[in-house]
């Protein structure tokens, strides 16, 4: 049996603690291959999963526990393929995902992956640059589909994004540009410039200018910001509005803090009261909580603005699973830099 590493999250919560350990390397199954890997992104969400974040809910799909590998994001070489599997072959430099469930995540030196939620490396990419980008961009995708926003649709659009700076602002910034929107990103006066540079027309300065006096004229708002700021957000919206999606709402949060009823109660009560916000713009407009799911389609745009170099994540340090607490602890400052993990650094 080949062993390869893993870096696991003990004791999720207060206590927690990360530490390599060995562990035999999966084996492709029909619809598999196997990734050697080279890099594996920290989100956000790993960072707040270590601190007991998500346990309730994420037990429900075994992805909590007291042993969890975490990491959605990978990069790497292709070793082996299933005998279903015609896309790729032995040598292929790979980018992708996993879900988040029983099997674990992309911690690990090798995978095995479902073939649909990998592609090939494009010429020129490099692995940690590619590995940042399949979990914020199919959230991003989910969030910008929720409210109709799609390649063909977006077009000329009024779009108000919220959290512009941010990892998912910037994808979505630079995703809606090469569609063609008319963007206007909420930052900070410092984060002004890159927006610009990514593709937003307009610039509000978040610490300048409050949202409640910006004009309701908005087709779609995102908010990748602060759910304080939802019911502002909600009120830019114009009478021709499409809709309003935010990743920044309480469902996870809810149900850690108040349990099943409690906290079925709170999310019901903030989700209608939002969603009654959204449609006094217009009965039709919609309103949208996302979380992340793979997504193929997803991939397959993200792989398009990849080709056409379009879209692109900053990388931050690049450590080896024995120094993953530094790389958690820059994602845990918030710096829309990305950490990488380099399982064979």
Not at 37 to 55: E, F, H, L, M
Not at 102 to 127: E, K, M
Not at 250 to 279: F, S
């Amino acid at each position: 049996m080949i062993e390869t590493t893993e870096l696991v999250c003990l004791h999720p919560g207060s206590q927690a603690t990360l530490q390599v350990r060995s562990a035999p390397a999966p084996t492709p199954g029909k619809r598999q291959i196997q990734v050697r890997v080279q890099a594996a992104s920290i989100n956000p969400i790993d960072v707040k999963r270590a601190r007991g974040y998500g346990r309730r809910m994420l037990g429900l799909v075994g992805a909590a526990g007291e042993a969890v590998v975490l990491g959605n994001d990978f990069a790497g070489t292709v070793v082996a393929v299933g005998e279903a599997v015609s896309d790729f072959k032995v040598g292929d430099a790979v980018f992708g995902l996993v879900p988040t469930g029983r099997a674990g995540g992309a911690h690990r030196g090798v995978l095995a992956v479902d073939a649909s939620l990998a592609r090939l490396l494009p010429a020129g990419a490099q692995p940690q640059g590619a590995a940042v980008l399949p979990y914020s961009f199919c959230t991003v995708w989910r969030a910008l589909h929720a409210v109709h926003l799609t390649a063909e649709s977006t077009r000329d659009k009024r779009v108000l994004i919220h959290g512009a700076s941010g990892a998912l602002g910037q994808l979505a910034t630079q995703c809606l540009a090469a569609w063609g929107a008319d963007i206007t990103a909420v930052c900070s006066a410092r984060h002004a410039d890159l927006c610009l540079a990514l593709g937003a027309s307009h610039v509000v300065d978040r610490h300048t200018r409050r949202l409640d006096d910006l004009p309701s004229r908005f087709q779609a708002t995102l908010n990748f910001g602060s759910w304080n700021d939802e019911a502002a957000l909600l009120r830019r919206l114009g009478p021709d509005a499409l809709g309003h999606a935010t990743t920044v709402h309480p469902l996870l949060g809810a149900l850690d803090a108040y349990g099943w009823v409690g906290g079925a109660w709170h999310i019901a009560g903030q989700w209608r009261h939002m969603r009654a916000l959204a449609r006094q713009r217009n009965p039709h407009t919609r309103y949208a909580w996302v979380v992340f799911q793979p997504d193929a389609l997803a991939l397959d745009t993200l792989l398009d603005l990849l080709e056409r170099g379009r879209i692109h994540l900053g990388v931050g340090p690049a450590l080896p699973f024995s120094q993953a607490q530094s790389a958690f602890d820059h994602v845990a400052m918030g710096d829309s830099l990305r950490a990488v993990l380099l399982p064979h650094g």
